[in-house]
């Protein structure tokens, strides 16, 4: 079966191997089976602060990652919220389905304001998963790969689509999530791999800079290395990143250092690493940023006469 894909990230920094290993690699995938969107969230980068920040430089290289992985602009369209004003036409029938108690118990918001750095939590940051309702129904997504924290939000989606179906017309279909496979990667540190935490390997970083963040990394005092997730996490960590990097098991490759220790072990990942972020490194090289605000703006055409459809028809369901 053919699908509509939808997927995206905030343009809120470099996107590293965690996103690759968890959502890029499938994303690359995907591309040649199925209609495809992958959107550039930057509306929603003023959920959890105040400003958009270095806002046109994180969208230059957000796209740069997005072509440096291998996403083919001829087969993905590649868009961003700001372009496509009918998105948040769409929020506002949106937001007459759901009630104020399904927004207010959305585990992934109630995270999110616990973490906020933000004097108040603003009504945006209730409302955006309605927002991101509209960017998957917008273009009739069947499909949203992304990681579990995004679980409620496509929960959010499928009950705006079943609630307009049922209330006015059947215009959407009721989308489903796609979880990634692949294990949470852990960051340098032991703990997930998140820009936030500073413990990412950034996809952009250089041969020299891995390796200095590799050097870096936390580990133990055991020279014997083993792969034991539950009683060393920064060594298995580490392991696993070297297991996805080279298509091998960490267990394995454990037995192969032996007695090495830390020093061992993280040669053998900055190795590994470096091997597998070459050809990216190399694309990137290749992709002028003119080039990648180019393909941006012929995504966002294409998607935009997508979404003036939907909304066509939403309008027309309404009876407005
Ligand atoms: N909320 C997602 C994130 O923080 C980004 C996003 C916005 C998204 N709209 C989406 C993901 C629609 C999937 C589908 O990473």
């Known amino acids: 079966m053919r699908h509509t894909v939808l997927t995206g990230d905030r343009p809120t920094g470099l996107l590293h191997l ?57 087969k993905v369209t590649i868009f961003q919220h700001s372009a496509i004003p009918e998105l948040n036409q769409l929020l506002l029938p949106f937001l007459s389905l759901v009630s104020m108690a399904e927004l207010s118990r959305n585990p992934t918001v109630k995270d999110e304001i616990a973490h906020s750095r933000q004097k108040a939590v603003s009504g945006l940051m ?43 017309a059947p215009v959407f279909p009721v989308p489903e999530l796609l979880l990634g496979e692949a294990p949470v990667l852990r960051g340098l540190d032991g703990g997930k791999m998140s820009k ?15 390796a200095a963040l590799i050097r870096r990394a936390r580990t133990d005092a055991d020279r014997l290395i083993t792969f034991d997730e539950d ?7 580490l392991l696993t990143l070297a297991g996805l990097c080279l298509g091998r098991s960490p267990a394995e490759i454990a037995d192969e250092i032996g007695y090495g220790g830390a020093a061992e072990l993280k040669k053998t990942v900055t190795e590994a690493v470096n091997e597998f972020l070459a050809p990216i490194r190399r694309r990137r090289a290749e992709i002028s940023e003119a080039d990648a605000r180019d393909v941006l703006r012929a995504g966002n055409t294409r998607a935009r ?9 939403v309008r027309d369901a309404m009876g407005f």
């Open 231 to 237: 009683n060393r996490p920064e060594v298995a960590g």
């Open 196 to 210: 936030s935490r500073g413990n990412a390997i950034p996809l952009s970083a250089t041969a020299d800079e891995t």
């Open 18 to 74: 965690g996103h690759y290993f968890g959502t890029l690699a499938n994303r690359v995938k995907l591309q040649h089976e199925h209609t495809m969107y992958v959107l550039v969230a930057d509306y929603q980068v003023i959920t959890d602060r105040d400003l958009p920040g270095e806002i046109q430089q994180h969208i230059t290289g957000l796209l740069l990652d997005y072509l440096a992985v291998g996403l083919d602009p001829a």
């Open 305 to 313: 006469e997508r979404a003036v459809a939907t909304l066509d028809e």
């Open 126 to 168: 209730f409302t955006y998963p309605v927002h991101q309702a509209a960017d998957i129904l917008f273009c009739k997504g069947t499909l949203v790969p992304v990681g579990k924290d995004q679980g409620p939000h496509v929960e959010v989606t499928r009950l705006v689509a079943r609630r307009f179906n049922e209330r006015y």
